[in-house]
């Protein structure tokens, strides 16, 4: 073991050798939770479907809404609570229940690397990551969002952090001029708390990788349309975010991550040192951090196909 400290708070950070094996997905039915900023962007929607369609991968046992601020939300906990109406709506177009299955987040971001923000997501991760046996594989946090509620759960209780890998999509690649995109930037200290911790940790970054997931209005019609009401509702979100749909293309950057999940082909990833975010926005690479994994590549194609074809059934 070795000891790494920032603002004063230490983790214990495992040997490289068990993180890596850590890192490796297993074969068969994985156990998770979801991290959602659901109101954000239309892009959580589809990857919220995405999850609840592949129960012969996800075993989805809890959805957290996460804080945002933007011109959607008049502050982070204004963007929590409607992201937790959104998560409750979408959740009823699919004939599922919500109660005991969805939890409201953070209704701030960190105040500093060293102070959790409580919030029923926070604690129920922490319960179900300390209620999983020694020789069971770890929980999977799939988080798309301000990695707030992960990053809480961690300082509440920092050995879940052996409990849990967390697969994230924030920042850019690390040879990117910038590491600022809207997860990260959202909640700088949470990002900090999930890179130093030692939690396993696969990261996928947004340009030149999650960037790939692009789909159109008139592709959306043509492989979901009328198949039934979450199609539908979802195309209708899709086509409101910009009212000339010709040329025009959005990417759904959040189904990288579930497809990653399901299919760890689709989206490779290779072991890098564990970033240092710097005060100025950038990626830091020290050799002697502990490993994580960052995507590096999204195929594009297969994940829609399933995509398309588990929420249109």
Known sequence: MWWYERESLRWDVPPAAELCRRLELPAGRLDMVLDTDTYNEVDDQFALAYALRSPERLNVQAVYAAPFLNDRASSPADGMEKSYAEIVRLLGKMDLPAQGRVFEGSRAFLPDGRTPVDSPAARDLVARAMAR???????????????????????????????????????????????????????????????????????????????????????????????????????????????????WAKELWDTAVIGHLIQPDWVPAKLVPSPLLTDDSHWALDPRRHPIREAYFCHRNPIFRDLFAKIGA
């Not at 040879?175 to 949470?190: C, H, I, K, R």
């Not at 960037?211 to 592709?219: D, F, P």
Request: aromatic share 6%; with cysteine; charged share 15%.
């Open 133 to 247: 046996g020694e020789d069971e594989p770890p929980l999977v946090v799939a988080a798309i969002g301000a990695i707030t509620n992960v990053a809480s759960a961690l300082l509440m209780e920092p050995r879940i952090a052996h409990r849990i890998h967390i697969v994230w999509l924030g920042g850019h690649p690390t040879g990117y001029p910038t590491a600022m995109e809207f997860n990260l930037s959202q909640d700088v200290a949470a990002a900090r708390v999930a890179l130093d911790c030692g939690a396993a940790l696969t990261l996928v970054p947004c340009l030149g990788v999650a960037s790939h997931m692009l789909t159109t209005v008139e592709e959306l019609k043509s492989c979901i349309g009328g198949k039934n009401a979450l199609c539908d509702a979802l195309i209708e979100l899709f086509a409101a975010y910009e009212r000339d749909h010709f040329a």
